[in-house]
C-alpha cells in the first residue's frame, strides 16, 4: 500500500487479517508481518496503533472474550428457553472455533501476552467458564438445572473437557458431539 494513503478503520482490519491467518494457516504463521500483509498495510501500521505484537494479540483476544460474555449475557436473559446443553454447546462452539483454538494456543505458548492478559488462569477459558457457570446459575432460577449442582466445577469441566477433546483434533468437532459432551457432564 503506497505512502499516506489513509486507511479506515484501521485496528478492525488488522483484527479482521489476524483472524484470517488464524484461520488459514493457523497459530505459528500469526506474525505482525503476515497480519500486515493480509490486511494490504504497512508493518509499521501495526505499531502506530499497538504498543508491540503482544499489544494487538492482547487486545484481538480482548475482543474475542467480550463476544461470548455479550452471548452469555444474553443466555442468562433468556435462561428457561432452548434445550441448556445446546445452548452450553452453541458458547463452546463460538469459544473454541478454529480462530478460538488458534487464540488459545497463543495464550498458552506466549508468556508476555499471558501476563497482559491478566494474573489468574488461562485467559479465554477462565472467562468462558465464568460465563457458563453464570448461565448454569440463570438455569437454576428457572428449575432447569438441579438446585444442588455445583456450577462452577461444572463449567470448569464443561470448558476443560472441550478443550481438550477440540484442541488436539485440528478439526472443529460437530454440534452433535459436543452436545453429546456437554450432555454427559451436566449428567
Given at each position: ?54 499489544d494487538f494479540l492482547a487486545e ?74 453464570a448461565y448454569l446459575t440463570a ?49
Amino acid at each position: 500500500m503506497p505512502t499516506g494513503v489513509a486507511l479506515r478503520d484501521v485496528r478492525q482490519q488488522l483484527f479482521d487479517a489476524a483472524q484470517r491467518v488464524l484461520l488459514n494457516e493457523g497459530p505459528g504463521a500469526l506474525t505482525s508481518r503476515a497480519v500486515t500483509a493480509e490486511a494490504g498495510c504497512a508493518k509499521g501500521v501495526l505499531h502506530r496503533h499497538f504498543a508491540d505484537f503482544d499489544d494487538f494479540l492482547a487486545e484481538l483476544v480482548r475482543r474475542r472474550i467480550a463476544g461470548f460474555q455479550a452471548w452469555g449475557a444474553t443466555m442468562c436473559e433468556t435462561a428457561g428457553s432452548g434445550a441448556v446443553d445446546e445452548n452450553i454447546a452453541d458458547v463452546l462452539a463460538l469459544v473454541f472455533d478454529r480462530v478460538g483454538l488458534g487464540l488459545t494456543a497463543l495464550i498458552l505458548s506466549r508468556d508476555d501476552l499471558r501476563a497482559r492478559l491478566g494474573p489468574n488462569g488461562v485467559p479465554m477459558l477462565t472467562e468462558a467458564t465464568a460465563v457458563l457457570a453464570a448461565y448454569l446459575t440463570a438455569e437454576q432460577a428457572q428449575h432447569r438445572v438441579p438446585a444442588d449442582a455445583d456450577v462452577g466445577p461444572q463449567a470448569l469441566a464443561l470448558v476443560g473437557a472441550a478443550h481438550l477433546a477440540l484442541a488436539g483434533t485440528g478439526v472443529v468437532a460437530g454440534q452433535d458431539e459436543i452436545r453429546r459432551l456437554v450432555a454427559s457432564i451436566l449428567s
